[in-house]
Structure formats: structure tokens, C-alpha cells
């Protein structure tokens, strides 16, 4: 079986996909944590929200390296390695939120914003690593031409 730059790229996607899975499995859910804020966002009073606030993703809760604490190096390489796709997840949601609000319909609740950004982020991500792996692929071939 020859390999090809997009066998390559389907490998490191698939892997890409895999390694999320994993960190969403082995993660516990915050539900309660979205559920209240979803309503207090509703009532109108202030919220307890803040930039230290994870993100969520399906109903899991990710830090960033700039929380303090007990941030997994290993996630926090994993998000910084998928910039891109984390982009156009984030990208993605606020398109939705913008056209929920255009046509006037009732705001989307916190839980389904994170299924949603999970599984943009994860569609993103193997796209990513697709490109990573077929372009890398073809540099190494154009390289040993040379």
C-alpha cells in the first residue's frame, strides 16, 4: 500500500478527533454551572462571568493556559496545535448567535452553545490536521526532489 499525502492527512485527522474525544470522555460535565448561568443571563441581574470563566465545550469545562491552577500542559498544547479550528468554531457560534438575533428568535441556552462549539471544533480540527498532514506530506516529497 503506497502512502499518500492524503492518507496521511485522514491519519492525522482521525487522530486529531480521537485525542478530543478522549479529553471530552474522561472530563466531567459542568451542566449545573451552564444552567445557572443561563439563568441569570435570563433574569437579567448581574452574573458571576468573568474572562476566568472556562470555555465549554459539551458541557465540559477547558482552561486556558492563562487560568491559574491545574492546566494539563498537554490541553493546552492540544488548543494552541489547533488554533485554526478553534477560530472557526468560535467564528461558527457567533454566526449562529447573529442570525438567532437577526430573525428574533430565543437565544440559544449555554449547554447547546458547547455541543455546538464541540462539534464545530471537532469537524475543524480534523479538517486541520487533514491540511497539516497532506501539506507536510507534500513538503517532504518536494524536499528529498531537491
Known amino acids: 500500500m503506497r502512502i499518500t499525502g492524503i492518507r496521511v492527512g485522514l491519519i ?10 478522549a479529553m471530552l470522555v474522561t ?16 433574569g437579567g441581574s448581574s452574573c458571576d462571568w468573568s474572562s476566568a470563566e472556562p470555555m465549554y465545550l459539551a458541557g465540559r469545562p477547558f482552561y486556558s493556559g492563562a487560568h491559574y491552577g491545574n492546566v494539563p500542559v498537554a ?22 448567535g447573529e442570525m438567532r438575533y437577526r430573525l428574533e428568535i430565543d437565544g440559544m441556552s449555554l449547554t447547546r452553545k458547547s455541543w455546538l462549539m464541540a462539534i464545530s471544533f471537532t469537524i475543524f480540527a480534523a479538517l486541520w490536521a487533514f ?6 506530506y507534500r513538503l517532504v516529497r518536494w524536499v528529498r526532489q531537491l
Open 27 to 42: 472530563r466531567e460535565t459542568a451542566y449545573e454551572r451552564l444552567a445557572e448561568l443561563d439563568t441569570c443571563f435570563r
Open 12 to 21: 492525522l485527522g482521525a487522530l486529531n478527533m480521537l485525542v478530543f474525544i
Open 131 to 136: 491540511l497539516i498532514g497532506a501539506a507536510s
Open 75 to 96: 490541553e493546552t498544547l492540544f488548543f494552541l496545535a489547533n488554533l485554526p479550528a478553534m477560530m472557526g468554531a468560535f467564528l461558527l457560534d457567533y454566526g449562529v
